[in-house]
Protein backbone atom coordinates (compact mmCIF):
# COMPACT_ATOMS: atom_id res chain seq x y z
CA UNK A 1 0.00 0.00 0.00
CA UNK A 2 1.13 3.32 -0.52
CA UNK A 3 0.47 6.13 2.74
CA UNK A 4 0.81 9.82 2.00
CA UNK A 5 2.62 11.00 6.23
CA UNK A 6 1.56 13.70 7.46
CA UNK A 7 3.66 15.00 10.75
CA UNK A 8 1.97 16.86 13.53
CA UNK A 9 5.23 17.40 15.69
CA UNK A 10 8.55 17.03 14.41
CA UNK A 11 10.18 16.64 18.09
CA UNK A 12 12.35 13.87 19.53
CA UNK A 13 9.74 10.91 18.80
CA UNK A 14 8.73 12.02 15.35
CA UNK A 15 12.68 12.53 14.58
CA UNK A 16 13.09 8.71 15.95
CA UNK A 17 10.53 7.35 13.66
CA UNK A 18 12.06 9.71 10.54
CA UNK A 19 15.74 8.00 11.43
CA UNK A 20 14.14 4.22 11.21
CA UNK A 21 11.86 5.41 8.10
CA UNK A 22 15.07 6.33 6.46
CA UNK A 23 17.26 3.71 7.31
CA UNK A 24 14.63 1.31 6.40
CA UNK A 25 12.45 2.41 3.06
CA UNK A 26 13.86 -0.16 1.04
CA UNK A 27 13.38 -3.17 3.50
CA UNK A 28 9.87 -2.44 3.95
CA UNK A 29 9.02 -1.93 0.99
CA UNK A 30 10.40 -5.39 -0.57
CA UNK A 31 9.31 -7.45 2.85
CA UNK A 32 5.77 -5.31 3.81
CA UNK A 33 4.77 -3.99 0.50
CA UNK A 34 4.93 -0.54 2.70
CA UNK A 35 5.41 2.61 0.54
CA UNK A 36 5.22 5.84 1.70
CA UNK A 37 5.91 9.86 1.27
CA UNK A 38 6.08 11.80 3.93
CA UNK A 39 4.31 15.11 2.18
CA UNK A 40 3.44 17.20 4.94
CA UNK A 41 5.45 18.27 8.54
CA UNK A 42 3.64 20.74 10.60
CA UNK A 43 5.66 21.78 14.48
CA UNK A 44 4.36 24.56 16.07
CA UNK A 45 8.07 25.77 16.93
CA UNK A 46 9.78 24.22 14.13
CA UNK A 47 7.90 25.25 11.80
CA UNK A 48 5.69 23.26 8.71
CA UNK A 49 6.38 22.30 5.12
CA UNK A 50 3.60 20.59 2.85
CA UNK A 51 4.84 19.12 -0.71
CA UNK A 52 1.85 16.78 -2.26
CA UNK A 53 4.61 15.09 -4.22
CA UNK A 54 6.41 14.19 -0.97
CA UNK A 55 9.37 16.38 0.80
CA UNK A 56 12.62 15.06 1.27
CA UNK A 57 12.91 13.47 5.01
CA UNK A 58 16.80 13.29 5.01
CA UNK A 59 17.09 16.89 4.38
CA UNK A 60 14.38 17.86 7.11
CA UNK A 61 15.74 15.55 9.51
CA UNK A 62 19.44 17.22 8.33
CA UNK A 63 17.67 20.95 9.31
CA UNK A 64 16.07 20.14 12.84
CA UNK A 65 19.86 18.68 13.78
CA UNK A 66 21.73 21.62 12.64
CA UNK A 67 19.52 24.17 13.43
CA UNK A 68 16.63 22.95 15.51
CA UNK A 69 13.87 24.01 13.15
CA UNK A 70 12.86 23.42 9.47
CA UNK A 71 12.71 27.48 8.68
CA UNK A 72 15.02 26.69 5.83
CA UNK A 73 14.10 23.99 4.02
CA UNK A 74 12.30 26.10 0.98
CA UNK A 75 10.58 23.59 -0.95
CA UNK A 76 6.82 23.29 -0.87
CA UNK A 77 4.03 25.07 0.67
CA UNK A 78 5.53 27.14 4.28
CA UNK A 79 3.26 27.50 7.29
CA UNK A 80 0.06 25.65 7.67
CA UNK A 81 -0.69 24.99 11.16
CA UNK A 82 -1.64 21.64 12.82
CA UNK A 83 -5.32 21.39 11.43
CA UNK A 84 -4.70 22.86 7.98
CA UNK A 85 -2.32 20.10 7.80
CA UNK A 86 -4.83 17.89 9.01
CA UNK A 87 -7.72 18.67 6.84
CA UNK A 88 -6.17 20.10 3.65
CA UNK A 89 -2.67 18.18 2.42
CA UNK A 90 -2.96 14.70 0.43
CA UNK A 91 -2.46 12.96 3.95
CA UNK A 92 -4.15 9.65 4.51
CA UNK A 93 -1.88 8.98 7.69
CA UNK A 94 -1.65 11.47 10.39
CA UNK A 95 0.98 10.97 12.92
CA UNK A 96 0.56 12.75 16.13
CA UNK A 97 3.22 13.13 18.14
CA UNK A 98 3.03 17.07 19.33
CA UNK A 99 3.23 18.45 22.42
CA UNK A 100 0.26 17.47 24.55
CA UNK A 101 -1.12 18.42 27.54
CA UNK A 102 -1.69 15.02 29.75
CA UNK A 103 -4.60 16.29 31.62
CA UNK A 104 -6.34 17.98 28.86
CA UNK A 105 -5.71 15.66 26.23
CA UNK A 106 -5.29 19.02 23.78
CA UNK A 107 -4.53 19.70 21.42
CA UNK A 108 -3.63 15.72 20.15
CA UNK A 109 -7.55 15.13 21.09
CA UNK A 110 -8.94 17.70 18.62
CA UNK A 111 -5.84 16.75 16.05
CA UNK A 112 -6.98 13.03 15.91
CA UNK A 113 -10.94 13.79 15.83
CA UNK A 114 -10.35 16.30 13.06
CA UNK A 115 -7.99 13.29 11.34
CA UNK A 116 -10.49 10.59 11.50
CA UNK A 117 -13.70 13.10 10.48
CA UNK A 118 -11.40 13.38 7.47
CA UNK A 119 -11.01 10.10 6.93
CA UNK A 120 -7.48 9.63 7.56
CA UNK A 121 -5.93 7.09 9.68
CA UNK A 122 -4.29 7.98 13.06
CA UNK A 123 -1.21 7.06 15.05
CA UNK A 124 -0.52 8.41 17.76
CA UNK A 125 1.51 7.78 21.07
CA UNK A 126 0.09 10.88 23.50
CA UNK A 127 -1.26 8.90 26.21
CA UNK A 128 -3.72 11.72 26.90
CA UNK A 129 -6.16 11.16 24.42
CA UNK A 130 -6.33 7.63 24.97
CA UNK A 131 -6.73 7.44 28.33
CA UNK A 132 -9.16 10.21 27.91
CA UNK A 133 -11.75 9.39 25.15
CA UNK A 134 -10.10 6.61 23.77
CA UNK A 135 -13.71 4.86 23.34
CA UNK A 136 -15.06 7.94 21.25
CA UNK A 137 -12.23 7.88 19.31
CA UNK A 138 -12.30 4.15 18.13
CA UNK A 139 -16.01 4.60 17.59
CA UNK A 140 -15.36 7.93 15.16
CA UNK A 141 -12.48 5.83 13.62
CA UNK A 142 -14.99 3.00 13.17
CA UNK A 143 -17.53 5.57 11.72
CA UNK A 144 -15.23 6.98 9.21
CA UNK A 145 -13.95 3.92 8.09
CA UNK A 146 -10.20 3.86 9.32
CA UNK A 147 -7.95 2.95 11.52
CA UNK A 148 -6.26 4.54 15.04
CA UNK A 149 -3.30 2.71 17.01
CA UNK A 150 -1.81 3.94 20.01
CA UNK A 151 1.16 1.20 20.42
CA UNK A 152 3.34 3.70 22.45
CA UNK A 153 1.17 5.09 24.78
CA UNK A 154 2.13 2.22 27.23
CA UNK A 155 5.73 0.91 27.43
CA UNK A 156 6.90 2.95 24.25
CA UNK A 157 7.61 0.08 21.35
CA UNK A 158 8.19 -2.56 23.76
CA UNK A 159 4.67 -4.50 22.47
CA UNK A 160 2.71 -4.67 25.86
CA UNK A 161 -0.47 -3.47 24.48
CA UNK A 162 -0.60 -5.85 21.32
CA UNK A 163 0.96 -8.56 23.23
CA UNK A 164 -2.35 -8.22 25.60
CA UNK A 165 -4.50 -7.17 22.25
CA UNK A 166 -3.46 -10.01 19.75
CA UNK A 167 -1.29 -12.31 21.23
CA UNK A 168 -3.05 -12.97 24.52
CA UNK A 169 -6.48 -12.38 22.94
CA UNK A 170 -8.29 -15.31 24.34
CA UNK A 171 -5.96 -16.28 27.35
CA UNK A 172 -8.20 -14.95 30.20
CA UNK A 173 -6.12 -12.11 30.97
CA UNK A 174 -6.98 -11.70 34.58
CA UNK A 175 -4.46 -9.40 35.83
CA UNK A 176 -1.83 -6.96 34.64
CA UNK A 177 0.71 -5.51 36.77
CA UNK A 178 3.86 -4.02 36.04
CA UNK A 179 6.58 -0.96 36.19
CA UNK A 180 5.51 1.70 33.47
CA UNK A 181 7.62 4.35 34.41
CA UNK A 182 11.28 4.42 33.59
CA UNK A 183 11.64 7.56 35.48
CA UNK A 184 11.12 6.56 38.73
CA UNK A 185 12.44 3.43 38.38
CA UNK A 186 15.67 5.28 37.39
CA UNK A 187 15.39 7.08 40.61
CA UNK A 188 14.68 4.31 42.55
CA UNK A 189 17.32 2.02 41.20
CA UNK A 190 20.12 5.19 41.66
CA UNK A 191 18.68 5.71 45.02
CA UNK A 192 19.59 2.26 45.89
CA UNK A 193 23.27 2.82 44.94
CA UNK A 194 23.73 5.59 46.83
CA UNK A 195 22.50 8.91 45.01
CA UNK A 196 19.87 11.22 46.23
CA UNK A 197 16.62 11.90 44.73
CA UNK A 198 17.31 15.24 43.84
CA UNK A 199 20.27 14.09 41.57
CA UNK A 200 18.61 10.88 40.30
CA UNK A 201 15.34 12.91 38.66
CA UNK A 202 17.69 15.65 37.59
CA UNK A 203 19.70 12.64 35.49
CA UNK A 204 16.07 11.49 34.45
CA UNK A 205 15.25 14.67 33.00
CA UNK A 206 18.82 14.98 31.60
CA UNK A 207 18.80 11.56 29.73
CA UNK A 208 15.20 12.37 28.64
CA UNK A 209 13.11 9.79 30.50
CA UNK A 210 10.99 12.31 32.72
CA UNK A 211 7.98 14.17 31.29
CA UNK A 212 8.27 17.96 30.32
CA UNK A 213 7.15 18.47 34.58
CA UNK A 214 8.43 15.28 36.05
CA UNK A 215 5.49 15.79 39.27
CA UNK A 216 3.41 13.20 36.62
CA UNK A 217 6.28 10.73 36.74
CA UNK A 218 7.28 10.78 40.21
CA UNK A 219 3.74 11.43 41.60
CA UNK A 220 2.38 8.75 39.68
CA UNK A 221 0.05 9.83 36.99
CA UNK A 222 2.20 8.90 34.02
CA UNK A 223 1.81 5.31 35.33
CA UNK A 224 -1.92 5.74 36.35
CA UNK A 225 -2.44 7.29 32.54
CA UNK A 226 -1.02 4.16 31.11
CA UNK A 227 -3.03 1.24 33.27
CA UNK A 228 -6.02 2.80 32.64
CA UNK A 229 -5.15 2.73 29.17
CA UNK A 230 -4.20 -0.92 29.20
CA UNK A 231 -7.19 -1.62 31.23
CA UNK A 232 -9.86 0.19 29.42
CA UNK A 233 -8.56 -1.25 25.98
CA UNK A 234 -6.95 -4.57 26.62
CA UNK A 235 -9.07 -5.61 29.63
CA UNK A 236 -12.36 -4.18 28.70
CA UNK A 237 -12.89 -1.61 31.49
CA UNK A 238 -14.06 1.52 31.70
CA UNK A 239 -12.22 3.61 33.81
CA UNK A 240 -11.77 7.43 34.03
CA UNK A 241 -8.26 8.38 34.59
CA UNK A 242 -8.45 10.12 37.74
CA UNK A 243 -10.50 7.60 39.07
CA UNK A 244 -8.28 4.43 40.45
CA UNK A 245 -6.22 5.45 43.83
CA UNK A 246 -2.51 7.07 42.85
CA UNK A 247 0.69 6.58 44.67
CA UNK A 248 3.75 7.86 43.38
CA UNK A 249 7.53 7.56 45.09
CA UNK A 250 7.81 10.61 46.67
CA UNK A 251 7.68 9.48 49.99
CA UNK A 252 10.01 6.71 49.92
CA UNK A 253 13.39 7.76 51.74
CA UNK A 254 16.78 6.47 51.17
CA UNK A 255 16.29 4.32 54.48
CA UNK A 256 13.55 2.95 53.27
CA UNK A 257 15.39 1.91 49.88
CA UNK A 258 18.30 0.14 52.36
CA UNK A 259 15.91 -1.16 54.49
CA UNK A 260 14.10 -3.20 52.19
CA UNK A 261 16.89 -4.46 50.56
CA UNK A 262 18.22 -6.18 53.73
CA UNK A 263 15.03 -7.90 54.92
CA UNK A 264 15.22 -9.19 50.48
CA UNK A 265 13.01 -6.59 48.95
CA UNK A 266 13.08 -3.54 46.41
CA UNK A 267 10.75 -0.71 46.51
CA UNK A 268 9.08 -0.46 42.76
CA UNK A 269 6.37 1.62 41.72
CA UNK A 270 3.50 -0.86 41.07
CA UNK A 271 0.47 -0.09 38.40
CA UNK A 272 -1.91 -2.73 38.43
CA UNK A 273 -5.35 -3.63 36.89
CA UNK A 274 -7.39 -6.60 38.39
CA UNK A 275 -10.87 -8.37 37.12
CA UNK A 276 -12.75 -9.13 40.62
CA UNK A 277 -14.78 -11.66 40.65
CA UNK A 278 -18.32 -9.72 39.71
CA UNK A 279 -16.57 -8.65 36.64
CA UNK A 280 -15.31 -5.24 37.65
CA UNK A 281 -11.83 -3.83 36.99
CA UNK A 282 -9.64 -2.41 40.23
CA UNK A 283 -6.46 -0.60 38.88
CA UNK A 284 -4.02 1.23 40.99
CA UNK A 285 -0.77 2.51 41.18
CA UNK A 286 1.56 2.45 44.27
CA UNK A 287 5.01 1.57 45.47
CA UNK A 288 5.51 -1.65 46.83
CA UNK A 289 8.14 -3.67 48.54
CA UNK A 290 8.39 -6.37 46.24
CA UNK A 291 10.03 -9.78 46.89
CA UNK A 292 14.04 -9.59 45.44
CA UNK A 293 12.55 -13.49 43.73
CA UNK A 294 10.14 -11.76 42.01
CA UNK A 295 10.98 -11.45 38.58
CA UNK A 296 9.80 -7.16 38.91
CA UNK A 297 12.21 -6.68 41.48
CA UNK A 298 14.80 -7.21 39.20
CA UNK A 299 13.77 -4.89 36.39
CA UNK A 300 16.48 -1.81 37.30
CA UNK A 301 17.08 1.47 35.65
CA UNK A 302 14.68 2.85 32.91
CA UNK A 303 12.84 -0.37 31.39
CA UNK A 304 9.73 -1.49 32.01
CA UNK A 305 7.86 -4.80 32.92
CA UNK A 306 4.11 -6.03 32.35
CA UNK A 307 3.31 -9.46 33.28
CA UNK A 308 -0.08 -10.72 32.39
CA UNK A 309 -1.94 -13.21 34.37
CA UNK A 310 -3.83 -15.14 32.56
CA UNK A 311 -6.07 -18.42 32.79
CA UNK A 312 -4.79 -20.35 30.06
CA UNK A 313 -0.94 -19.58 29.41
CA UNK A 314 0.06 -18.46 33.49
CA UNK A 315 1.69 -15.73 33.76
CA UNK A 316 3.72 -13.80 30.78
CA UNK A 317 6.09 -11.14 31.31
CA UNK A 318 7.17 -8.66 28.47
CA UNK A 319 10.51 -6.54 30.04
CA UNK A 320 11.88 -4.05 27.41
CA UNK A 321 12.41 -0.30 26.78
CA UNK A 322 9.61 2.49 27.87
CA UNK A 323 10.37 5.47 26.55
CA UNK A 324 13.38 6.58 24.01
CA UNK A 325 13.87 8.24 20.65
CA UNK A 326 14.14 5.26 18.78
CA UNK A 327 11.89 2.20 20.99
CA UNK A 328 9.01 5.33 20.65
CA UNK A 329 9.76 6.02 17.12
CA UNK A 330 9.43 2.28 16.46
CA UNK A 331 5.85 2.17 18.52
CA UNK A 332 4.48 4.23 15.47
CA UNK A 333 6.21 1.63 13.00
CA UNK A 334 4.60 -0.86 14.50
CA UNK A 335 1.22 0.56 14.14
CA UNK A 336 1.79 1.80 10.54
CA UNK A 337 2.50 -1.05 9.81
CA UNK A 338 -0.72 -3.45 11.27
CA UNK A 339 -2.51 -0.63 9.13
CA UNK A 340 -0.84 -1.01 6.40
CA UNK A 341 -1.59 -4.92 6.58
CA UNK A 342 -5.04 -4.12 7.43
CA UNK A 343 -5.81 -1.90 4.97
CA UNK A 344 -3.81 -4.08 2.29
CA UNK A 345 -6.43 -6.63 2.49
CA UNK A 346 -9.61 -4.65 1.70
N1 LIG B 1 8.09 9.83 31.46
C1 LIG B 1 7.79 8.54 30.94
C2 LIG B 1 8.59 7.51 31.71
C3 LIG B 1 8.11 8.51 29.47
O1 LIG B 1 9.47 7.89 32.49
O2 LIG B 1 8.33 6.32 31.58
C4 LIG B 1 7.42 7.44 28.69
O3 LIG B 1 6.03 7.49 28.76
Redesign the pocket.
Known amino acids: MEFNIAFIGFGVVGQGLAEILIEQEEFLKKNYDFHFKVVAVSDTMKGSWYKRTGLDLKKLLALVKENGNLKGYGEGIEGWDSLKTIEETNANLILEVAWTDLKTGEPAITHVKTALKNKKHVVLTN?GPIALAVRELLDLAKKNGVEMRYEGTVL?GTPALNLGLNNLAGAGITKAMGI?????NYILTEMEKGMSYEDALKQ?QELG???ADPT??VEGF?ALG?IVILANTVMGANLSKDEPPCEGITKITAEDIVKAKEEGFRWKLIAGAEIKKDGSIDAYVRPEKIPLTHPLANIMG?T?ALTYSTKYVSDVTIVGP??GKLPTGFALLTDILDINRLVSKR
Open positions: KSVNGTTAYAEADDKPNGA
